[in-house]
């Protein structure tokens, strides 16, 4: 699923990880979109649980490194008969002693190009913080499921947070105003 | 202590009899070495004969510790997640009479092929340490002994399985009765070998190193005696560390396939294995480049003819398709998590390895004793190349039967290792 | 592994108390703290006159010469990257393998790394002499018509510091985003909030934000893996690449990868030890971490006692008389001190850790980190001043000591790498808190904070 902003829905709030799981699965049975969840720490289960596919920061890490295997082997090839310095008896544009410089661009090129990845893919940096749903709490020891409800089904939506046993249940329209306190 | 239901499931799982397809793929591949031996000895020049001998000899050698060495690590790190391999992986030691036979038929019968033997001036240490006599003794003896501390080491895994009465019912003859011999309490005895292989995990793993490196430079860097590599030894080691692993990726592939132990080797532990894996074959890769590129790089003549003389002619084709064997295709095809859980693909990349390893080999022992000219011509090295193969399969399959057997005699996992037990006892959750 | 295997081991803490105890290292400095802190600037002021006083006088100043070209500077400088391996090992290596042990520890391990090799980066600068000609390494087009040369392992060494600084960076920052959001929502408004808040770039802990975190970490690691390898194999081709005798052997890329790392976690128990007293994490940095290091300090010093052995058997094996006249003159000649100081050091001493008692003690650790630091810096002056001063012709022979500036310049750099890593710990969490809290058990109904 995408992250995308919505201006309505319910931020269940939770102290225990069960229930936040719990929340998060009656919701995918229940058809109710889940608009986003907040992790204090990051959690292999739940990403398992929301999303099929694997994150595609691979594909840009694999392109950046082979970018930079080319180009460490191009720099080295090309400058090497820019201006030819023949030295120690070894010739010119020999690749072996140039494994090394393409070995430490695949590298390094590919580190760079996961850190544009992450920041692409991860929305970062995310200008709009802190968002309609986020709480300080959520990086302490508290977890957040944000429920995409209509008028249609907002109660359905409510149920899930509150038999999930949310410590609270926000308006995300009026956060300012919890709609039900467990 | 095992669960009563995790000791049965095990017990289940251990094959009563050699399974079917392991025997004929061990009867194929012993009659494929009787041919090899016959092609390099009846069809090969002079010296191809103990070419084979040689490189069986020294891939067997290696191979046969290092399952052990898995198994020590394992208990060094006190590692949790390998425990599911470690029987798989200790079987490995079914390897030492291959290894001893070959070894002993060649320092018996290629006296004329060594080439130091044969020379008056030995430069440095080498008129002293390369003596017949003296060198025959300390490959055989440092052998083994290597031997010696690594059944012991599997003495004590496999004695921790026989203190289940369960384990002890079911295998209360031949080898299972040796193993149970004067077990009077279970949980003291479990506890008694477990603290001795803890002890004796370190020097198992010490003594490989160093009597594994300095079988490298009496085997084979010694037939070319004014050439050295200090790292030789270590890429020796390294070398069938990383065959050994995927010859036990193959065969937990194989039972885990046949004989009910998915719940014991999982998607996510076939990945880890396959991880060390591409891990040992970048280790393996390194330790060859870095010998590689400190030769060519300085340009020595006492060093670089090592090199020049393998570089030219079919050997030169030999090394890149070594390179691509052992290097290459298994570190490419292992970046992809699809090959890593894929029974089929992780398999091949094992053998390909195999053949990698064994090519490099022979490009260490051929050139000296065959007193290659260069640039070789294909023809010259294609029957030593090929009958050196096939005794290879030969050896390997003498020990897939023995290993086969072996797994009837014991149970296929280490129930009595606390920490497997624990992991995969009813209520516990694992990796 | 079980969970309760874990909690033993690791101990068992609200998320909470995780926070609380990791961002309370970040409050006002106490006396300790303070004192050693102006130490550093004092050390620091020390490597600062030197090298004024150096680049004012000239290489002159310092006591190489004709043969030995290469003294303390090139020593200092191996020796500072191979103190960063250890990071990169912990948080890299140990990530992939999912050892339990590295959470709490591989924080302040990847910090180390960093201020190593910037420390490190700065001494081939004080080697020039003329640091004003530094840009000419560099790979672009220029005036003088010539590129660098991608054969020497000189410009090799420049691409793998680079890069290993680089990507410790990234890997270093990307794996404090969750941590520093964490620090920012328990500040204060005000400047530091604010800084926070830049630094954080919006981090939230959402699904997408750790979806994508958590693979790119896995890339991070597994790209940082490899440079743990090369780095210090290219360090030492600067030595095996050429033809002296002591240097050119093939045994020396992971002879010097087993020393980084040996070195490497010798300075992380250095440090560490002290630091969970003065800070109080000693219920997080338990005695179960400490155990581990000293496991693989002691694996790292059996590799090192490996190299040394099979290099002196080949020199005699070999009968090249190049390669016996060095290891030779090595134990018996004008240098023998620093030899047997360093196989002491490196070989003799971390023995004691086959004993569990050793491993146990607190004091026994310390003792033998900073044994183990001697050991290796001498190791890396061994090598290369006893080579260049015992070479091929007894004619050439020669010898060289250190003079009081290169001393000062020696001392600077450990008082700038400690400065560095003393102000990381107070301005971000040195343990990683978002880790941490990943091993332990997740919150569960009724528990109290």
Known sequence: ?182 | MSSEKLIQEVLQATPEKIPFALKTTAITMILLGIVGLAISFGMGNDGAGWVAILVSAVMIIGLAVAGIIFSAIFQITAAKWGRSYRRLAEGSVVLMPVGIVLLVIYLIGADAFIPWAHMEHLTGGKHVWLVRGFWDARVLGSLILMYAMALYFLYLSLRKDFCIAEVRNRFATGLGAWLAKGIRDDNAERLRCDTRMSYLAPPVVIAYAIIMSFLAFDLIMALEPDWFSTLFGAWYFISHLFVGTGIIVTLSLYYKAHHDLGRFLPELKQRDIATILFAFCFLSTSFFWDQFLTIWYANLPEETHFLINRAQGSLGTLVIVGLATFFLLPFVALIFRKVKHSRMLLSTVSAIALIGIFIMRFLEIAPPTLSLKHPAVFSYIAIPLLGSFLVLLGSLGIGLWLYAKLLTKVPVMPIGDDIFANEFTEGNTHE | MSNSDMTEKLGKFSWAQVDRDILATLSRPGPVYTAVLALCFILVAIGGISWAYLIKTGMGATGLNNPVGWGSFITTFVFWVGIGHAGTLISAILFLLRAPWRTAIFRAAEASTIFAVATAGMFPLIHLGRVWTAYYILPYPNGRELWPNFRSPLVWDVLAITTYLTVSLIFFYVGLIPDIAAARDRAKPGLRKTILTFLSLGWMGNLQQWRHYLAAYVFFAALATPLVISVHSVVSWDFAMSIVPGWHTTIFAPYFVAGAILSGVAMVLTFMIPLRVVFRLQHLIRIYHLQAMAKLLLFTSLIVGYAYGIELFIAWYSGNIFEQEIFLYRPTGDYAFIYWAMVTCNVFVPLVFFFKKARNSIWTLFIVSILVNFGMWFERFNIIVSSLAHEFMPHGWGLYSMTLTEWGILFGSFGWFFLLLLAFFKVLPSVSIAEVKESMPHPKKGDKS
């Open chain 1, 1 to 182: 699923m995408s992250r995308r902003e919505t201006s309505q829905g319910l931020l269940g709030v939770f102290d225990h990880y069960d229930g936040m799981i719990e929340a998060i699965k009656n919701a995918q049975e229940s058809d109710v979109e889940i608009c986003d969840v907040f992790l204090p720490a990051g959690d292999h289960h739940v990403l398992d649980m929301i999303y099929k596919k694997r994150s595609p920061v691979r594909f840009l890490t694999f392109a950046g490194a082979i970018t930079g295997l080319i180009s460490g082997f191009a720099l080295a090839i090309l400058t090497s008969l820019v201006w030819n310095l023949v030295v120690g008896g070894k010739p010119v544009t020999n690749p072996i002693p140039f494994v090394v410089v393409g070995f430490e661009l695949t590298i390094l090129f590919g580190a760079l190009a996961t850190l544009v990845a992450v920041l692409i893919f991860g929305g970062l940096p995310f200008r709009k913080f802190p968002g309609k749903a986020y709480r300080p709490e959520f990086s302490l020891d508290t977890f957040g499921v944000w429920l995409s409800c209509t008028e249609g089904n907002r109660d359905m939506a409510r149920e899930i947070l509150k038999s999930a046993d949310a410590k609270e249940i926000h308006d995300i329209s009026d956060p300012a105003s919890p709609e039900v306190q467990s």
